[in-house]
C-alpha cells in the first residue's frame, strides 16, 4: 500500500513539475529578435507577382510572435518575334516591367505546440504600391516603301490595401524556424491603368502618326485573396 502511494506522488510530483517547467519556458522565455525572408507563393495582386518578404521579428517567447516585414518586387521581360518579314509576317516586340513595394505587420499565436513543431494562427495588416507597364510594337512588312506601325502603351499604377487571418505550421530549430502559412487575404485596391496606342504608316522619313490616349480608374472594395508562403527566419 505505501509502495502505491509512493508511486501515485512520484507521478502526481512529476506532472506538475512538467506543467510548471512547460509554463516556465513559455511564458519567462526572454524575448529574442531575429530577421526572416520568405516568398507568396500565391499572386494576390494578379499579373504574377509574388514578391519577397524580409522582416524583423520579436519573438516574446514561443506562443507570441511579431514581425514588421517589407515586400518587395522588382521584374523586367523582353520578348522579340522572329524577323520573318520577306515571309508576311508581322514583327512583334513586348517589354514589360512589374514593380511592387509595401510595408506589413503580422502577430501569430501558437495555438498547440508538440516538441519542435507548433501550429500557429494569426493576423496581417499590409500596404502595397505597385506598377506594371506593358510596351507592345507591332510592325507590319513594308509594301513598296509603305511602313505601317502599330505601338501600345499601358501602364497600370495600384495601391493595395490587405488584411486577414492566416493559420499554419512552424518548425522550430535552436535559433531557426521555418514556416508554412496559408492566408485568406481581403484586399482593396485603388489606382488607374493609363492607356495610349500610336499609329505611324507611310514612307519614311514622311511618316503620319495618329494617337489616342485615355484613362481607366481602378477601385474596389475588399475581395478575398487566398494565398501561401513560406518563410525562414534566425533568431539572435
Do not use: C
Not at 520568405?38 to 495582386?45: A, D, F, K, P, R
Not at 507570441?64 to 523586367?76: D, I, R, W
Not at 494617337?211 to 501561401?228: R, Y
Amino acid at each position: 500500500m505505501k509502495s502505491r502511494l509512493t508511486l501515485l506522488l512520484l507521478l502526481i510530483a512529476t506532472i506538475t513539475h512538467a506543467q510548471y517547467d512547460d509554463y516556465d519556458y513559455y511564458y519567462h522565455e526572454p524575448t529574442v529578435f531575429g530577421l526572416g525572408i520568405g516568398t507568396n507563393l500565391v499572386s494576390e495582386v494578379g499579373n504574377d507577382v509574388r514578391p519577397v518578404e524580409i522582416s524583423l521579428r520579436v519573438r516574446f517567447n514561443r506562443k507570441h510572435t511579431l514581425q514588421l516585414y517589407v515586400p518587395f518586387f522588382n521584374q523586367s521581360d523582353s520578348f522579340k518575334s522572329k524577323d520573318a518579314a520577306d515571309m508576311g509576317f508581322i514583327h512583334s516586340s513586348l517589354d514589360t516591367k512589374k514593380s511592387l513595394f509595401g510595408v506589413g505587420l503580422d502577430y501569430d499565436y501558437a495555438l498547440y505546440t508538440f516538441s519542435s513543431l507548433d501550429f500557429v494562427v494569426g493576423l496581417r495588416a499590409e500596404f502595397q504600391y505597385h506598377k506594371y507597364r506593358t510596351e507592345l510594337t507591332n510592325q507590319h512588312p513594308p509594301k513598296n516603301n509603305y511602313n505601317n506601325i502599330e505601338l501600345t502603351h499601358r501602364s497600370k499604377k495600384t495601391t493595395n490595401y490587405l488584411i486577414g487571418p492566416n493559420a499554419g505550421l512552424r518548425l522550430n530549430f535552436n535559433k531557426f524556424s521555418i514556416d508554412a502559412k496559408f492566408l485568406l487575404s481581403m484586399l482593396s485596391m485603388r489606382g488607374d491603368v493609363e492607356n495610349m496606342t500610336e499609329k505611324k504608316t507611310g514612307e519614311q522619313p514622311n511618316m503620319s502618326s495618329t494617337t489616342k490616349e485615355w484613362t481607366d480608374e481602378l477601385s474596389n472594395n475588399f475581395k478575398l485573396k487566398p494565398g501561401a508562403m513560406v518563410s525562414v527566419s534566425y533568431y539572435f
